[in-house]
C-alpha cells in the first residue's frame, strides 16, 4: 500500500512564525504535491515538484515555498504566517505517467495561524 | 467557464436509492478523469477512476462523455456508509500534468 504522511495532524502557530510542514512518501514516486483546502473553495494547488530539487509554481504560492532535496520528501514552508493561511494542508504523490496519474494524499495538517 | 465544475448539494437520498452526479471540465485535451471520495476531515482518496468505454465497480458506475466534456457518477443501493463528499477530478491539459479538483458534492444517505 502507498503511504504519504505528513509530519503533525494540527498545529498551532503564531503570525509571524517560519511554519515547516513535512510529507514523506515510501513508493518512489516522481511528482509530489502541497494542496490547502477551505470550506467552499476546494482543492487549491500551492506548489509541485516532479524530480528532486525542482519545484513548479501552482495557483496560489505567494507566502509559500518548497524544499525538496530527496526523492521521498517534499517540505511546505510558510515564510511569515499569517491568519489567511490557516487551513488544512494537504500533501499527495503520485508516479510520473503519459496516463492515469492517481494521487495519493496524506493525512492532512490542519493548521491555525493566531 | 471554471475548469471543473460540479454540483455542491447536498443530496440527501434513502438507503437503497440511486444517486447520480454530474461534472463537467473545460480543456479538452484533459486525458486522466478520477471520481475521488473525501469523509469528513478526512484526505481524499481514489473511488475509481474514469475510463472512455465506462466501467463499473460494484454498485458504482462511472462515464465519460468527451464530446460533451462531462463525466458521470452512478452509485445504486445506496448504504449508509456512502455518505461523503464526491470530487471530480481531471488533469489539466494531456500528460503528466496536476489533477484538477472540483469542489465535490456532498452525499447524505438517509436510513
Known amino acids: 500500500d502507498v503511504k504519504v504522511t505528513q509530519s503533525s495532524r494540527y498545529l498551532v502557530k503564531r503570525t509571524g512564525e517560519k511554519v515547516f510542514l513535512e510529507c514523506v512518501q515510501d513508493m518512489d514516486h516522481e511528482n509530489m504535491f502541497w494542496y490547502r483546502q477551505d470550506p467552499g473553495l476546494g482543492l487549491r494547488l500551492i506548489y509541485f515538484?516532479?524530480?528532486?530539487?525542482?519545484?513548479e509554481k501552482g495557483d496560489i504560492p505567494e507566502g509559500y515555498s518548497v524544499s525538496r532535496e530527496k526523492k521521498e520528501r517534499f517540505s511546505l514552508i510558510l515564510e511569515s504566517a499569517s491568519t489567511n493561511q490557516t487551513s488544512m494542508y494537504l500533501c499527495?504523490?503520485?508516479?510520473?505517467?503519459?496516463?492515469?496519474?492517481?494521487?495519493?494524499f496524506g493525512p492532512g495538517t490542519r493548521l491555525t495561524v493566531l | 467557464r471554471k475548469e471543473v465544475e460540479q454540483d455542491p448539494g447536498p443530496f440527501n437520498v434513502p438507503e437503497g436509492a440511486t444517486v447520480a452526479f454530474n461534472c463537467t471540465y473545460s480543456?479538452?485535451?484533459?486525458?486522466?478523469f478520477f471520481w475521488y471520495r473525501q469523509d469528513c476531515r478526512k484526505e481524499p482518496k481514489l473511488l475509481m477512476s474514469v475510463y472512455s468505454s465506462g466501467n463499473e465497480d460494484g454498485r458504482f458506475t462511472a462515464q465519460l462523455n468527451r464530446a460533451s466534456q462531462y463525466i458521470s457518477l452512478l452509485i445504486r443501493d445506496s448504504k449508509l456508509s456512502d455518505s461523503a463528499t464526491y470530487l471530480c477530478?481531471?488533469?489539466?491539459?494531456?500528460?503528466?500534468?496536476?489533477?484538477?479538483f472540483g469542489k465535490g458534492t456532498r452525499l447524505s444517505v438517509i436510513a
Open positions: 477530478v481531471v488533469n489539466r491539459d494531456s500528460g503528466n500534468t496536476p489533477l484538477v
Open positions: 480543456n479538452s485535451a484533459s486525458q486522466s
Open positions: 499527495a504523490s503520485s508516479f510520473t505517467t503519459s496516463g492515469y496519474n492517481e494521487q495519493f
Open positions: 515538484s516532479y524530480d528532486v530539487k525542482m519545484k
